[in-house]
């Protein structure tokens, strides 16, 4: 059983380090929190600060679930810079791991404006820990009562901790992956290469980060090599050699001197690269260094950005050349392939050639949260917004999302927006299920930039997800059992997972999204749907065509020759009984008194406004799908029947308009 805490100050604090205004300050507050240690100065650059740490009473670490010791900064100087939150970091490790809390500390500054300045720094540094800032004047007044409650409540309930869009550069906020991390770092201590990839925000650059976080403390060494930037993949395979080569001279100052003119040319950079990595590991010590090759699509042949990566062999060269070098001297460098596309290490042989990376590296895909993954990420944060997410709601985020944290994250954030100011609150289901409706409708640009990756480069896969996701088993199973390709991926990205009883969505809410975007695509529709799905689709492309035609002939013409050019079109007796309307309302979205075949005439009598519209398209094949459309795609007005070849006819011309429509904005 934990021992109760009281405030007050622990006999081995050294009261005399301090100040007579520190000495006031550290009383006052040993009468709401029990100071544990004295701390030391710190030094940065000219400046210098003092540290002590102080532990939470029972009941206020019982409110706030802060259970570790706090830290408490001095900050002497009349004006706050934004480097004094770096001294944070410098503190935090030269003490013991897990002593303190790292999600949150005191500052304490002459500065008297120092709450403003800290609230107007976190909007845009989002990352950095929770800051409880009190000027000296507050903590100096005896008579003035600190009612730190508040203060916490006030710092913690009105920060979104889960509004992350950007990759975690920090421990703070880093969940779940530290065994990864370990397993990596392992790997390049047993001079073995590594690999990680993942679909768009999986979280791969937050443990990359994490990664050289872990080497910095390991005081090991590690190169960065972004293959996305220009500076990296127009080089040619020679000049990425003698890049890496600088790099790595770079990692520590020398009195080396490696001499590069002439010597990274075409036909001696792998010989030159050899002796040079040799001088350099020798001048630094002998030591480890791993190479993280990050976005390795990029200079990849089928996915490169420049065209002598994508067309011709420096790949080949490149890699033969590193492993080469390698398989004689393991002991010099690892290499880590980070990307969205293992193609690199997939393919055994490029350009009629074997491919130096296949087997010479494990595909490790980044994996999803656990449920006690979610459990731990959600609970603690929420808990210090003033929220409480129980363990019913952490499994409902697991089963909607599949462990997915950053779309559990986005998730939770709107939970927070929808919480009422007065906390602690709880989520309850009725919460969750508004807030999961609002969240699916809204997060469409987040699902597509996380399947981009199978869109493009694993088109037939992306085709199976679409039979799943229409429930369309049988022809999923059939192209699963017969071929492992059409599978390999979403199984990795865990997009999907094979149970006792077949392929299953890892998280519901990306089936809905592709459902969404490929309900025009199931097959063995009965009657009913296949009803429900022309009439829906007729309705909105005449629609979209009488605003097309409006804006077309209204935007070519003044408003008077637009009108004459549409009842031009329209037969005699239609045209009398129509002629007293505007355009607006002859064109009107939902109420046009204009037929289907008539919107057809007005295109074809003024098909030179409307060439350019239909870009691609040519006037015949127009004429002949909206004459198609209005013969069969009106089941609903005659027999409620219509042949499957009729229907994957209509299929086709409904594609493209609904494409015309699309690209201009309409629909």
């Known amino acids: 059983m934990d021992m109760k805490v009281n405030a007050g100050i622990h006999p081995k604090f050294n ?7 520190e000495k006031i300050i550290i009383k006052n507050l040993a009468k709401s929190w029990y ?12 400046s210098k600060y003092n540290y002590f740490l102080v532990k939470p009473i029972s009941k206020f670490s019982v409110m706030f679930n802060i259970e ?7 900050s002497t100087y009349e004006t706050f810079e934004p480097r004094t939150l770096d001294i944070l970091d410098i503190i935090i490790s030269s003490l ?3 002593r303190t809390e790292n999600i949150c500390f005191m500052l304490i500054s002459k500065d008297k404006n120092i709450n403003q300045k800290i609230d107007k720094l976190l909007k845009t540094e989002i990352e950095h820990p929770i800051v409880i800032a009190f000027s000296y004047k507050t903590l100096l007044d005896k008579d003035n009562i600190i009612n730190f409650e508040d203060n916490f409540r006030e710092r913690f309930y009105t920060r979104d ?4 869009l950007s990759p975690l550069k920090k421990d703070i906020f880093f969940f779940g992956r530290n065994n990864l991390v370990n397993e990596i770092i392992n790997k390049h201590k047993s001079l073995e290469h590594s690999s990680l990839f993942g679909l768009r925000k999986s979280g791969k650059t937050s443990i990359v980060y994490a990664i050289q976080r872990r080497l910095n403390v390991d005081q090991s060494k590690y190169l960065s090599i972004d293959c996305e930037s220009p500076a990296i993949h127009q080089k040619r395979w020679y000049q990425l050699l003698e890049k890496i080569i600088k790099c790595f001279d770079d990692l520590q100052p020398t009195k080396l001197k490696i001499k590069y003119e002439n010597n990274y040319l ?20 002998k030591t480890h260094t791993v190479i993280i090759f990050d976005e390795i699509e990029r200079i990849t042949p089928n996915t490169a950005s420049s065209s002598h990566w994508q067309n011709e062999k420096d790949f080949i060269y490149f890699w033969q050349t590193l492993r080469g070098f390698y398989q004689k001297y393991p002991e010099i460098f690892t290499y880590m392939i980070v990307g969205t596309n293992p193609s690199c290490i997939e393919n055994p042989i490029l350009f009629e050639e074997d491919n130096p990376l296949y087997l010479s590296i494990d595909t490790q895909y980044v994996p999803h949260f656990t449920l006690e993954q979610v459990k731990e990420m959600v609970q603690k944060l929420s808990f210090l917004m003033g929220i409480e997410i129980d363990d019913l709601i952490c499994s409902k985020l697991y089963e909607d999302f599949g462990g997915h944290p950053f779309l559990i994250r986005q998730m939770c954030s709107l939970l927070n927006k929808r919480i009422t100011l007065k906390r602690p609150s709880k989520v309850d289901k009725s919460l969750y299920s508004k807030t999961l409706k609002e969240f699916i409708s809204s997060s469409h640009e987040y699902l597509d930039m996380i399947i981009f990756v199978l869109e493009k480069w694993y088109p037939d896969e992306y085709e199976m997800l679409t039979f799943l996701a229409n429930e369309d088993f049988e022809t999923f199973e059939k192209f699963a059992s017969n071929h492992i390709n059409y599978t390999r991926h979403l199984l990795g990205y865990e997009l999907i997972q094979e149970g006792d009883n077949g392929y299953y969505f890892n998280y519901e809410i990306l089936q809905t999204h592709i459902q969404n975007k490929n309900k025009y695509k199931r097959l063995n529709l009965d009657s009913e749907e296949k009803l429900a ?5 007729r309705n909105l492309i005449e629609e979209g065509l009488r605003t097309l035609i409006k804006n077309t002939l209204t935007y070519s013409n003044n408003k008077g020759t637009a009108k004459d050019l549409i009842l031009h079109a329209i037969e005699g007796k239609r045209r009398e009984k129509i002629n007293t309307l505007t355009i607006q309302q002859l064109l009107h979205k939902n109420e046009s008194p204009l037929f289907l075949l008539e919107l057809k005439n007005i295109i074809n009598r003024n098909w030179d406004l409307f060439e350019n519209i239909f870009e691609g398209i040519d006037k015949n094949r127009i004429l002949f799908l909206l004459d198609d459309i209005n013969k069969y795609g009106r089941p609903d007005a005659h027999a409620k029947k219509i042949s499957n070849d009729d229907f994957m006819q209509l299929r086709i011309h409904f594609n493209t308009l609904e494409k015309v429509l699309k690209n201009w904005e309409i629909i």
Not at 15 to 20: A, C, G, K, N, V
Not at 68 to 74: D, M, N, Q, T, W
């Open 35 to 46: 100071l544990t240690s004295s701390g030391e100065e710190i030094n940065q650059g000219k």
């Open 68 to 74: 570790r010791e706090i830290i408490c900064i001095f």
């Open 533 to 537: 799905e022309i009439s829906k689709r």
């Open 96 to 98: 013991p791991k897990n």
């Open 266 to 285: 075409e036909h001696n950079a792998a010989e030159n690269f050899e002796k040079d990595m040799h001088k350099i590991y020798n001048a630094l010590g």
């Open 15 to 21: 009261l005399s380090r301090f100040d007579h205004d």
């Open 161 to 164: 901790l889960f509004s992350f």
